[in-house]
């Protein structure tokens, strides 16, 4: 073999001191973009605030601001604090401490009861605390016994798995309506707000009970737990306690403690039935902070600081009724439950005695502003501008800017004097993709406060021009049967909308071009009257109950997948085409 050249033979790699392989390696831009990342930007924005927080804290003392347990209560958040209020003013106002609000999901969606712990909660997000909400994935397997006589029906897993789901997605949400709404009244967002979506399941899937009665057991009274009134109550006139039932006290006050010790949550805020199980988790986290067996865990929370906590009043209507219950049922949060159109009438319904206390409750609105808007109010209280103000910034916390400025056009349209929304914004709603059809949904995604199924639907045009009247106001979501609409119809009850210009006219309209007329008889000429603009139809049972129908081809229902209540099966469509149009009296 022959010897290699000098133009093949290998070359030696330069030879580098460990300084220039550094820097070669990384380079200065690369260090800067790699430092001056998010989290980066969260702790020097965190050290900034905290330098604030201290010159706050001084102008707070010296009187010249509020502090935010004051803003808290002035606005009506407070009812009962764990020992003594001056003391968790001071604590507030000195620390940028940690609060939560926890919630079981019992049920899919959130309703209007929720939001005042919530409210309390993001007030503190947006003057820059650290908040959490948890949801009760663990807990929600036993229930809570608070305030309750009876025991909990056990739900399936799946049932629960679908409840924890839809309730973090609509806390998400929330969440991200908060900042925007926040925004609006110059609470901008910062990178020093923390804000946090947790689920207990996160650490209950990993402790042991062994863990639990080895830490928190020994601290946890016999005593002490026996005379808790939700105790004495079920046990006295209730139907028992189950031991399940008993210990969910300590259940939530683990999730306390691991919030305490992982994230510095020494405050948490519950509805106005959650006394006993705060201070429950007030005794557990001191106990398990003075005694546990980790020599390192109870150095790492000393500096924590003492926990507490306060709970939101139960909050009723100026007749006493409990507020967020209309003919027995909850107004939800969830679109598909109650509609954005439904909610902004909840609250566009509230008398003029509660405005004020729930602008105070519900909104970011600053207390000046509500003093003056409720003046202004009360001057003319028929135009009912509080309560328009409420809803819409209602609806815009819960649902989005666009969702209420829908909900509002569509009022102003139906009931307002002198407003002139644009025809076209009462049609924006259905451009976008609808919830699931109320055939496909359990019983209770379908039922909104009035007992009624939800509003804004789409119909196919052959059966809008073929079915009776009955049966197109049940396909409506305004009845429970066609039995019931015949009934209503013969009743002078029903009423269906139209513009007295050109009903087929697609422009601008005005109130005073929306008039109503009793519906008597359904023919297929009555469809091509009523449109407005020719795919709108609006019925009206008795003075409030609105559903606004846009009408589709049948070729684009199909295609859609979507069913109306009285519809069998797709094929009903092919028939109704087919019959002959049918007159209700």
Same mark, same amino acid.
């Given at each position: 073999m022959a010897p290699l050249s000098c133009l093949r033979s290998p070359r030696s790699r330069p030879s580098l001191c460990a300084r220039c392989a550094f820097r070669a390696a990384y380079r200065p831009s690369k260090v800067a973009r790699r430092w001056m990342g998010t989290n980066y930007m969260a702790t020097a924005a965190a050290a900034d605030m905290e330098g604030e927080w201290a010159a706050r804290a001084k102008e707070i003392k010296a009187g010249n601001k509020k502090s935010m347990y004051k803003k808290l209560e002035e606005r009506g958040y407070i009812h009962a604090v764990t020992g003594r209020p001056d003391q968790a003013e001071q604590w507030m106002t000195e620390k940028r401490l940690g609060a939560y609000v926890g919630i079981d999901p019992t049920a899919s969606s959130l309703h209007v009861g929720h939001m005042l712990p919530l409210m309390a909660l993001f007030w503190m997000h947006i003057h820059g605390y650290h908040t959490v909400t948890l949801v009760g994935g663990a807990t929600a397997k036993i229930g809570d016994p608070s305030d309750r006589l009876t025991t909990r029906k056990a739900t399936n897993s799946s049932v629960r798995a679908h409840n924890t789901a839809s309730m973090q997605s609509q806390l998400k949400h929330l969440w991200v309506n908060v900042e925007a709404y926040g925004n609006r009244y110059g609470y901008t967002p910062e990178p020093a707000w923390k804000g946090a979506l947790l689920n207990n399941s996160m650490w209950w899937n990993e402790t042991t009970l062994i863990e639990v009665l080895q830490v928190l057991g020994p601290g946890m009274r016999m005593g002490t737990m026996l005379a808790r009134d939700t105790v004495k109550n079920k046990m006295k006139k209730g139907d028992g306690m189950s031991f399940a039932e008993f210990t969910y006290p300590i259940l939530q006050a683990w999730d306390w403690w691991t919030l305490y010790r992982t994230s510095k949550i020494q405050m948490q805020i519950g509805g106005s039935d959650q006394f006993g199980n705060i201070t429950a988790g007030i005794d557990a986290v001191k106990y398990i902070s003075a005694s546990h067996h980790d020599n390192l865990t109870r150095k790492e929370v000393a500096p924590h600081g003492p926990p507490f906590g306060f709970t939101v009043p139960l909050l009723t209507t100026s007749s006493g009724q409990k507020f967020g219950k209309s003919a027995g049922n909850a107004i939800w949060l969830d679109k598909n439950q109650t509609s954005s159109f439904e909610l902004y009438k909840f609250f566009l319904g509230t008398s003029d005695a509660d405005v004020a206390k729930y602008l105070k409750l519900f909104t970011f609105i600053p207390l000046e502003q509500i003093y003056i808007l409720v003046e202004e109010h009360m001057r003319s209280p028929h135009q009912r501008k509080a309560q328009h103000k409420l809803a819409r910034d209602f609806v815009e916390l819960v649902h989005g800017?666009?969702?209420?400025?829908?909900?509002?056009?569509?009022?102003?349209?139906?009931?307002?004097?002198?407003?002139?929304?644009?025809?076209?914004? %009462? &049609?924006?709603?259905?451009?976008? @993709?609808?919830?699931?059809?109320?055939?496909?949904?359990?019983?209770? !995604? #379908?039922?909104?406060?009035?007992?009624?199924?939800?509003?804004?639907?789409?119909?196919?045009?052959?059966?809008?021009?073929?079915?009776?009247?009955?049966?197109?106001? %049940? &396909?409506?979501?305004?009845?429970? @049967?066609?039995?019931?609409?015949?009934?209503?119809?013969?009743?002078? !009850? #029903?009423?269906?909308?139209?513009?007295?210009?050109?009903?087929?006219?697609?422009?601008?309209?005005?109130?005073?071009?929306?008039?109503?007329?009793?519906?008597?008889?359904?023919?297929m000429d009555d469809a091509e009257e009523f449109l407005i603009g020719n795919k709108l139809l609006i019925f009206r049972r008795g003075k409030t109950f609105i559903r606004i129908v846009e009408v589709v081809s049948d070729s684009e229902y199909t295609e859609m997948g979507l069913t109306y209540p009285g519809m069998k099966k797709p094929s009903d469509l092919a028939q109704a085409a087919e019959e002959v149009p049918e007159t209700g009296s």
């Open positions: 800017e666009e969702e209420a400025e829908n909900a509002e056009l569509q009022h102003r349209l139906l009931f307002s004097r002198k407003t002139i929304p644009p025809e076209e914004h %009462l &049609a924006a709603q259905f451009d976008a @993709s609808l919830p699931p059809s109320p055939i496909d949904l359990p019983p209770a !995604a #379908v039922i909104d406060q009035t007992g009624q199924p939800r509003a804004d639907l789409k119909l196919p045009r052959s059966a809008v021009e073929s079915l009776s009247i009955g049966k197109l106001l %049940l &396909a409506c979501g305004l009845v429970g @049967s066609s039995t019931e609409g015949h009934r209503l119809v013969a009743q002078n !009850a #029903v009423y269906v909308g139209r513009r007295n210009d050109s009903p087929g006219l697609e422009k601008p309209m005005d109130e005073n071009s929306l008039i109503f007329t009793q519906c008597k008889t359904w023919k």
